[in-house]
């Protein structure tokens, strides 16, 4: 395995900065050690050498950014730059609206003019927090399907006039394999040190599974605690907005900022009990907490492989170590909610698409309008009875919170996939994620790197899964993981170059 | 035709999309599978109560 230290290389300067995590540029930013305008040079520099290896960016916003760079160097030599991600880069998946530049949702078929409606609330206040957007990052044509030839890019670095033709998301440990989706550029920027924080979209998974193949961090916080509003949908009912960074500190310091309800979004709303502080609750430890532990659909399951259960006993181990008590759940219809996410949101992302499929059905790529089709498939009382199925499971899930104070499972069963694979990687690869209950639940979850997987090099996850609103215990429980770890701090060689 | 062939082309064409002859094959071949998947939702023992509604998360659920 390859991999690069992120405290290692050029300690101390803005070039090694750019692989450290979100936090400490902040604090580097603060106390003088490096400028805005250096960071945002660094990570430009570096998008030049790696993006066309690696396929992170549909487009980047340079002139903007180092306006944006000037402006926040200005305003913090004036005493007017004290929050806390003053000045500090990120990235957008190309699902959510920005005003530097338009949104395509990696398609040709979105009208240009949908992207011309104001920020939604998550971009809004990320920018009001003093956060420089560096550019759209690469997803699955609306969020939906799997890299194939027709429509990506597949020969990286390559000219391609092709309208069909997107960047294909390579993965920054191994390039032959996919980097995750849908938020791929958003996970494999943050691990290849692009920007230190990269907006994302779940709705069976979508930053989750980028994090934990890229081997960073990253949260699906409670449906509705964080305003949804400027993202092409794709599943209005099950679709999330939420960090992919480096640390799970990171993740709490931006869920400060983006989290809270917003007109906006009427799905959206205050966090029973008051608003969290999310980055102060993250001390206290995690001593006596009971940790149920999900294992027989997941890790002992049929769709798990050897080298990831190992890594997740190993991080049950520190879970322990840390003075958390394990204590064996089973979970409840967890095939049955994986199927309510799917059934319902191909019924949600049909009706959305239904006019554009009729119009415009051959300039979709072929892996999304087979997808979108399925919807067609699927009746009224399929969809309501998906509904009925989802609420039992909030209600029975709920219930182990009674006993336990999170729940852990691998967040995948495999590492990534080759890229180019079949219908039977596909289909592994589709029973292989554990993170699509989750949508339909509206349940938080957080995932965070546990290790690799020594003969491929590719890393592993853990999901940390909490009861609605309390996002907190899960990122509490991740930060401890990540004091006594150091998987969130290993870089692929790649990011150094 | 196979009764899944003609099953997927006629919710098809009620939706007034026309993918190609290989494509309505394609998912026809998916068709059971989706079907299987949910007839296991109609197993659960649903509650009476409604729905998950739009925003459907309740603190302490």
């Known amino acids: 395995m390859s991999t690069l230290d992120a405290d290692a290389g050029a300690v101390g300067t803005t070039e090694g900065l750019r692989l450290a995590p979100l936090l400490e540029q902040a604090a580097a930013l603060r106390d003088g050690t490096t400028t805005s305008v250096e960071l945002v040079t660094a990570c430009q520099a570096a998008a030049d050498r790696i993006d066309p290896l690696i396929g992170t960016y549909i487009v980047r916003f340079d002139r903007a950014a180092l306006e944006a760079a000037t402006a926040a160097d200005e305003a913090r030599a004036r005493g007017d730059g004290g929050g806390l991600l003053h000045g500090v880069p990120f990235g957008v998946k190309d699902m959510l609206v920005t005003r530097e530049g338009p949104t395509t949702a990696q398609s040709v078929v979105l009208d240009p003019t949908w992207g011309d409606q104001p920020e939604g609330a998550v971009v809004s206040r990320l920018r009001a927090a003093g956060a420089i957007p560096l550019g759209k990052t690469t997803t699955m044509e609306f969020a939906l399907g799997y890299p194939d030839q027709e429509h990506h890019n597949w020969d990286a670095g390559s000219e391609d006039d092709s309208r069909h033709r997107f960047p294909l998301p390579r993965n920054p440990w191994n390039r032959s394999h996919w980097a995750g989706g849908s938020s791929s550029g958003s996970g494999n920027g943050v691990a290849a040190g692009l920007f230190p924080l990269g907006l994302g979209t779940d709705t069976g998974g979508s930053i989750r599974i980028p994090a934990a193949f890229c081997g960073v961090s ?63 609750a993250l001390q206290g430890g995690i001593d006596g907490l009971r940790i149920g532990v999900g294992r027989s659909v997941t890790a002992d399951g049929p769709w798990c492989d050897p080298e990831v259960t190992a890594c997740f006993d ?163 429980v991740g930060h401890v993981f990540q004091q006594m770890t150091d998987w969130h701090r290993r870089s692929p060689a790649l990011a150094g170059t | 035709m196979s009764d899944a062939t003609e099953a997927v082309r006629a919710l098809l064409e009620a939706a007034r999309i026309h993918p190609d002859d290989d494509e309505v094959a394609s998912l026809a071949r998916q068709y059971p599978g989706l079907r299987r998947e949910i007839e296991g939702l109609y197993r659960v023992p649903a509650d009476d109560d409604a729905p998950a509604p739009t925003s459907p998360v309740e603190a302490g659920s």
């Open chain 1, 218 to 280: 990253g949260h699906k916080p409670t449906f509705g605690l964080v305003p949804k509003s400027g993202c092409v949908p794709l599943g209005f009912t099950y679709d999330h907005i939420g960090p992919l960074a480096r640390t799970v500190a990171d993740c709490a310091a931006v869920l400060d900022v983006i989290a809270g309800p917003d007109p906006s979004d009427p799905t959206s709303r205050a966090r029973p009990g008051g608003p969290e502080r999310y980055l102060e």
């Open chain 1, 314 to 476: 190993q991080a049950l181990g520190v879970l322990e170590g840390a003075g958390g008590r394990l204590v064996e759940v089973d979970l409840p219809y967890w095939d049955e909610l994986q199927n309510a996410t799917f059934v319902g949101m191909s019924v949600e992302a049909f009706a959305w698409h239904r006019s554009m499929l009729q119009e415009h059905w051959r300039d979709y790529g072929r892996p999304t309008r087979m997808r979108l089709a399925l919807g067609a498939l699927i009746s009224g009382a399929d969809y309501v009875q998906a509904q009925r199925v989802r609420r039992t499971g909030q209600r029975l899930v709920g219930e182990l919170f009674g006993s336990v104070d999170v729940i852990v499972t691998p967040t995948l069963g495999t590492v990534a996939p080759l890229l180019g694979g079949g219908r039977a990687d596909r289909t592994r690869q589709l029973r292989s994620m554990f993170t699509a209950a989750l949508n339909a639940l509206g349940f938080p979850a957080l995932v965070v790197p546990m290790g690799f997987d020594v003969t491929l090099g590719l890393p592993t996850s853990l999901q940390i899964v909490a009861a609605p609103f309390e996002d907190s215990t899960a990122l509490r």
